[in-house]
């Protein structure tokens, strides 16, 4: 069994591979460490290994382990999972990041219910590229761009760029079209505004494919933390 701190350095090794390959540099690919019904412990682990920012999908669970790890005051927190109404304010008095966001009345919520001494909410739209009606997000440029111009009015909420979780594709060449797909809706909305930076795709089984389209953000659960119980 390999350690969760030795599992990040082959993460953090992979990606700078993929980067050397590229001609990038390993610091424009970030790393999310996706802890997920994954204990508490779990996370100190990897902070004792260096890693900083954690994804989690759960309102309640993330919260508790933010809680609960308060004195980690560096911890950069990353809410990643479908987000109903009736959470919003909680995701937006605990979290530092949410990359989830689908739709104008979560984006208004959020920023509406930030408590004003803490940093904006920084602030990813999720795509829905491959169209499946079982995953949230925007559908098409035209939806993307009006929302991106009404998230980026908000006072209390940054919008620094887009998420996407694409769907397992046929083949290597079709996945690879989605996430060229994905990129060009970034460098979309990159050039309209300044501060979009981050784009966040690619998961565990599809990295490398992601951060040769231009992915700037891997999210990993799996990879570091090893497999989660069913359903997750
Ligand atoms: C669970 C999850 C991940 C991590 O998936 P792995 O396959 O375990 O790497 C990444 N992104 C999102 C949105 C997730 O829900």
């Given at each position: 069994?390999?350690t ?8 953090l ?18 790393l999310?460490?996706?802890?997920k ?7 100190e682990q990897?902070?004792?290994?260096g890693?900083?920012l954690?994804g ?17 005051n ?26 989830s ?16 001494q803490?940093?904006p ?5 999720q795509?829905n ?18 929302l991106?111009?009404?998230v ?22 079709a996945q ?14 990159r050039?309209r ?27 990993l659960g ?11």
């Amino acid at each position: 069994m390999k350690t969760i701190a030795e599992r990040l350095q082959s993460a953090l090794e992979s990606i700078a591979q993929h980067c050397t390959a590229l001609n990038k540099s390993p610091q424009q690919v970030a790393l999310l460490a996706v802890s997920k019904t994954k204990p508490v412990e779990a996370i100190e682990q990897a902070y004792a290994a260096g890693q900083r920012l954690f994804g989690e999908n759960y309102v309640q669970e993330g919260i508790e382990k933010i809680h609960s790890l308060q004195h980690l005051n560096d911890i950069q927190w990353h809410f990643i999972g479908p987000l109903q109404s009736n959470k919003s304010k909680a995701v937006a008095e605990h979290f530092d990041w949410v990359q989830s966001v689908d739709r104008l009345k979560i984006a208004q919520r959020l920023s509406a219910q930030r408590p004003p001494q803490k940093a904006p909410l920084q602030v990813l739209l999720q795509i829905n590229i491959s169209g499946e009606d079982s995953k949230s997000g925007v559908t098409d440029n035209a939806e993307l761009l009006a929302l991106a111009e009404e998230v980026n009015a908000l006072p209390n909420l940054t919008l620094r760029g887009l998420m996407a979780i694409p769907a397992p594709q046929q083949n290597e060449e079709a996945q690879r079209l989605v996430f060229n797909q994905l990129h060009q809706l970034f460098e979309l909305l990159r050039a309209r505004y300044p501060q979009v930076d981050t784009l966040s795709m690619g998961m565990s089984g599809d990295m490398q494919a992601a951060i040769q389209a231009g992915s700037t953000m891997v999210r990993l659960g799996t990879a570091i933390f090893g497999e989660r119980q069913k359903n997750t």
